[in-house]
């Protein structure tokens, strides 16, 4: 019997009061929750969707063929769960689960054609009788025989939107954000990055935070991991109108990231794996797996720290089979130059580059902002490997550019274009296209 009504989130947050999975959960629950896996094997997400009445019910989306493969415990209260199967709106049939502790393996139905399928998992013989409570608990669906792998993807790089935040009524962030999810699937859309320059300044009420905090949570609200560099703009460094907010202490306020993390965090990224610092998002690194590989998204504070630059050698180590994508404010410049200075933070692009980016085999790509427009250069690192280097700064006043990366795995190839939602405009003079990337397997 149910006891609560919920539509439960899947991961990045806390759910249910306990901490989120290392994966989100694959699973949309009605009259429901998203609860900690507690049988055997434990699935990837770390969590099973638990199903209370009648009305309950968990619905996925996953791609093959054959019969529907799930995962399930149950709690036995004069009697064990029954489930129903429903593919693609059409129900295939039932299963009773008969274990407490081992999610097993129970095939559901008559086989089904190969495509992407909605699957949805229904209680069907709710009972409660003291002290027991009749519930079922699914921790995975999958078909018979796995779909095969979709080499094709993309991810999106925001551009500085300083320019984007100055009041509400400008809803060009937002728009990007909405067009964005809106096209999710036509991309194939798996990460949202940003070079940084997310606000131009902080005022005593964080108003421009707030019209950032909102045009993201389209972002968030679609379950599209995510993760913001911070700008120089999005430190207390700059003041009011964008100047030194105090000359006498920048090197000091460009570490000053107080506001920004209190606008943004690790939770709503969603994806974040690690920080450099705790509570902090000024360095950290989300993983997310598409095109059949592992990837790695490696966001760094502007100019970084040595300290920080040693912690980020430490965490492409460590992750080998992930393709690296770094993301820092300043890193080319217009020409497509490596930059030299380390203006008012600790280390130059350039130390970045020596130290960090041609070191490692697995480092793909770089994005920046800061300064220019648009520009690209590569790379060939200490190991041979190709690294692509992207600026997308713009500081537009009249659209809302965003850098589109599609990675093909199978053909080992990378388009980029740059594309402005808010008044349909095209910037093709910025398109690029490369073979040999190389990805790591």
């Given at each position: 019997m149910a006891v609560a009504t919920v539509v439960a989130a899947t991961g990045g947050a806390l759910v249910d009061g306990t901490a989120s999975a290392a994966e989100p959960s694959p699973f949309t629950v009605v009259d429901g929750a998203i609860r900690t896996a507690t049988g055997a094997p434990v699935p990837a997400s770390g969590t099973h969707a638990s199903l209370w009445g009648n009305s309950s019910y968990a619905t996925t989306s996953i791609s093959?063929?054959?019969?529907?493969?799930?995962?399930?415990?149950?709690?036995?209260?004069?009697?064990?769960?029954?489930?129903?199967?429903?593919?693609?709106?059409?129900?295939?049939?039932?299963?009773?689960?008969?274990?407490?502790?081992?999610?097993?393996?129970?095939?559901?139905?008559?086989?089904?054609?190969?495509?992407?399928?909605?699957?949805?998992?229904?209680?069907?013989?709710?009972?409660?009788?003291?002290?027991?409570?009749?519930?079922?608990?699914?921790?995975?669906?999958?078909?018979?025989?796995?779909?095969?792998?979709?080499?094709?993807?993309?991810?999106?790089?925001?551009?500085?939107?300083?320019?984007?935040?100055?009041?509400?009524?400008?809803?060009?962030?937002?728009?990007?954000?909405?067009?964005?999810?809106?096209?999710?699937?036509?991309?194939?859309?798996?990460?949202?990055?940003?070079?940084?320059?997310?606000?131009?300044?902080?005022?005593?009420?964080?108003?421009?935070?707030?019209?950032?905090?909102?045009?993201?949570?389209?972002?968030?609200?679609?379950?599209?991991?995510?993760?913001?560099?911070?700008?120089?703009?999005?430190?207390?460094?700059?003041?009011?109108?964008?100047?030194?907010?105090?000359?006498?202490?920048?090197?000091?306020?460009?570490?000053?990231?107080?506001?920004f993390n209190r606008y943004f965090t690790a939770s709503q990224y969603r994806a974040v794996k690690g920080q450099f610092e705790a509570g902090n998002v000024d360095n950290s690194y989300s993983t997310f797996e598409a095109g059949g590989v592992q990837w790695l998204v490696l966001t760094l504070e502007l100019w970084p720290r040595v300290e920080a630059v040693n912690w980020a050698k430490n965490v492409v180590a460590a992750n080998p089979r992930h393709n690296v994508i770094v993301v820092t404010h300043d890193y080319i410049d217009g020409n497509a130059n490596i930059e030299q200075s380390a203006s008012y933070g600790a280390t130059s692009p350039q130390y970045l580059f020596d130290n960090l980016i041609k070191q490692y085999a697995n480092i793909r790509f770089v994005f920046s902002g800061h300064v220019g427009v648009a520009a690209n250069r590569v790379d060939t690192g200490v190991n041979g490997n190709k690294i692509y280097s992207f600026l997308q700064t713009f500081h537009s006043n009249t659209t809302n550019p965003v850098r589109l990366v599609e990675v093909d795995t199978a053909a080992n190839s990378l388009r980029t274009w740059i594309y402005g939602p808010y008044n349909n405009q095209s910037f093709t003079e910025y398109d690029r296209s490369f073979t040999g990337l190389g990805v790591v397997r």
């Open positions: 093959g063929s054959g019969r529907v493969l799930i995962g399930a415990i149950g709690d036995n209260c004069q009697g064990w769960p029954t489930v129903r199967v429903t593919v693609d709106g059409v129900s295939v049939g039932q299963t009773t689960i008969v274990s407490a502790t081992n999610y097993g393996t129970y095939p559901v139905g008559a086989a089904v054609g190969p495509g992407q399928h909605t699957v949805q998992i229904q209680l069907i013989n709710d009972f409660r009788a003291d002290p027991c409570d009749r519930n079922v608990h699914i921790a995975y669906a999958q078909m018979e025989t796995a779909g095969a792998t979709d080499t094709k993807f993309s991810f999106a790089v925001l551009p500085d939107t300083q320019q984007e935040v100055l009041n509400s009524s400008d809803t060009r962030f937002l728009n990007r954000t909405n067009w964005l999810v809106q096209n999710r699937s036509a991309l194939d859309l798996r990460f949202v990055a940003s070079s940084g320059d997310v606000v131009n300044w902080d005022t005593p009420d964080h108003s421009q935070y707030v019209v950032a905090r909102n045009a993201m949570r389209p972002i968030e609200n679609a379950a599209i991991p995510y993760s913001l560099a911070i700008g120089n703009h999005d430190t207390q460094a700059t003041g009011v109108g964008g100047s030194a907010r105090d000359p006498e202490h920048t090197r000091e306020l460009v570490r000053d990231t107080t506001v």
